[in-house]
């Protein structure tokens, strides 16, 4: 899976880099940069992109490591977005 991490910093941190984020550049998305998480940033989103199929198991995973600090979505098959709790789209 690739990890997406939209930060204050007005850019986004992701854990590798290949074609599944060129529709990035298409949207008009912040550039992205190929960064390790740590507390020193802040972090207001993140989206998990996978294969549709592993979707279900992508979503527990998550759900289990945020449990009620956040929201969990999916818009786009295969891409799991954490929101802070009572944000929405």
Known sequence: WML??????????????????????ALGEPPL???NL???IGVHK?????RPEDEQDLRRSVESE????????????????VLPKGTSK
């Open 4 to 25: 997406l991490a939209y930060t204050d910093t007005d850019e986004i941190w992701s854990n590798r880099a290949d074609h599944d984020h060129l529709w990035l550049e």
């Open 33 to 35: 940069m190929i960064k």
């Open 38 to 40: 740590d507390d020193s």
């Open 46 to 50: 993140l989206i998990f992109l996978g």
């Open 66 to 81: 945020v449990g009620e600090e956040a929201s969990i979505t999916v818009a786009i098959a295969g891409m799991v977005e």
